[in-house]
């Protein structure tokens, strides 16, 4: 588990993709950021829509809903871009929206249901945590990307930093 821990809690920031809530550990949160348009790139891996600028750093972006869901992002004014650090360095997160930042006790979080996501999927997953009336699934950041996307990142990165 990555979350910051306050108090015995891990604190997350809890977003939604469709009609699913999810939450990713705050302290690997860089920024969250309203969506704009990545620019697309020849040859991405698939998975990237493309890179966008941040403060002057070109950053990938991962269509969240479409990784996980299969459901293209479809841009609103509340989509964001939630942008994480990871094994690969930054990577942007489209989301259909930010709800809030929550803490959980550990003892509330509970392991994802192996058998009925699969291992590929189930791997992505820190766990289950009921909040109030909602069930939300706890992300690890690192492992929610494919390794395929997650290696083309890196290799991306390393033939930027040749040149």
Known sequence: MDGVVIGERRQYVLFHLGAEEYGLPIKRVQSIIRYEEPTSVPRAPAGVDGVFNLRGQVIPLVDLGRLLLGVPLVPTPAARIIVTEGAVGAVGLAVDSVREVAGFAEDEIRSAPAEVL??????????????????????????????????????????????
């Open 118 to 163: 699969g291992p590929e999927t189930s791997d992505a997953f820190e766990g289950v945590v009921s909040y109030g009336e909602r069930l939300v699934i706890l992300l690890d950041p690192d492992k929610a990307l494919p390794k395929p996307v997650s290696a083309s990142i890196a290799a991306r990165r390393e033939e930027a930093s040749d040149v």
